[in-house]
T-cell receptor
Framework: EAGVTQFPSHSVIEKGQTVTLRCDPISGHDNLYWYRRVMGKEIKFLLHFVKESKQDESGMPNNRFLAERTGGTYSTLKVQPAELEDSGVYFC???????????FGSGTQLSVL | GENVEQHPSTLSVQEGDSAVIKCTYSDSASNYFPWYKQELGKRPQLIIDIRSNVGEKKDQRIAVTLNKTAKHFSLHITETQPEDSAVYFCAAGNNAGNMLTFGGGTRLMVKP
């Protein structure tokens, strides 16, 4: 079974630019989550999709962040325009409906200069 | 909302010693408490979890204890080995896997 995959693994951009992160969950996993870890701090929840619907987006920092999951398969997280404080590791995770174990991707290390 | 505090932030032990990482949570509705291990450059992976109807769970060298009254839970690693070196995250949630709130992480270093 293929794991959760994220692309790119690293992204270095300048303040004001746009970046789009992609996550491919494990096939069959309806739940997809985005998390972020800012340097040395906790892994913080951003949002949760159930299939193509946003179940909970209470963790999204502001309207510069836009997440989509068209068709209920892969998801994208776009940051536009990026700010310095957006730097961190963005993790995607997925699991089945009612599933306990959360499967993480390897993360995207985003550096905004 | 839920708030999870994790201590210590770094922990250094000699190979063979035990390591204990502690977490507290604030929401009494939380009933699921997983622990994730993230090795350098790799993804976080679930190593053990516990539900609130259980006080302790053990899997070989790792164990987790839960005190619902005090709202704290701990990870215990016995006979530590260098490959246990990693960042460990505790988390709390009120539905399995959904909307987990994570602690700040503990960097464990096991010195040979």
């Amino acid at each position: 079974e293929a794991g959760v995959t994220q692309f790119p693994s690293h992204s270095v951009i300048e303040k004001g630019q746009t970046v789009t992160l992609r996550c491919d969950p494990i096939s069959g996993h309806d739940n997809l989550y985005w998390y972020r870890r800012v340097m040395g701090k906790e892994i913080k929840f951003l949002l949760h999709f159930v299939k193509e619907s946003k179940q909970d987006e209470s963790g999204m920092p502001n309207n510069r962040f836009l997440a989509e999951r068209t068709g209920g398969t892969y998801s994208t997280l776009k940051v536009q325009p990026a700010e310095l404080e957006d730097s961190g590791v963005y993790f995607c995770a997925s699991n089945r409906q009612g599933g306990e174990k959360l499967f993480f991707g390897s993360g995207t290390q985003l550096s905004v200069l | 909302g839920e708030n999870v505090e994790q201590h210590p932030s770094t922990l250094s032990v000699q190979e063979g010693d035990s390591a204990v990482i502690k977490c507290t949570y604030s929401d009494s509705a939380s009933n699921y408490f997983p622990w994730y291990k993230q090795e350098l450059g790799k993804r976080p992976q679930l190593i053990i979890d516990i539900r609130s109807n259980v006080g302790e769970k053990k899997d070989q060298r790792i164990a987790v204890t839960l005190n619902k009254t005090a709202k704290h839970f701990s990870l215990h690693i016995t006979e530590t080995q260098p490959e246990d070196s990693a960042v460990y995250f505790c988390a709390a949630g009120n539905n399995a896997g959904n909307m987990l709130t994570f602690g700040g992480g503990t960097r464990l270093m096991v010195k040979p």
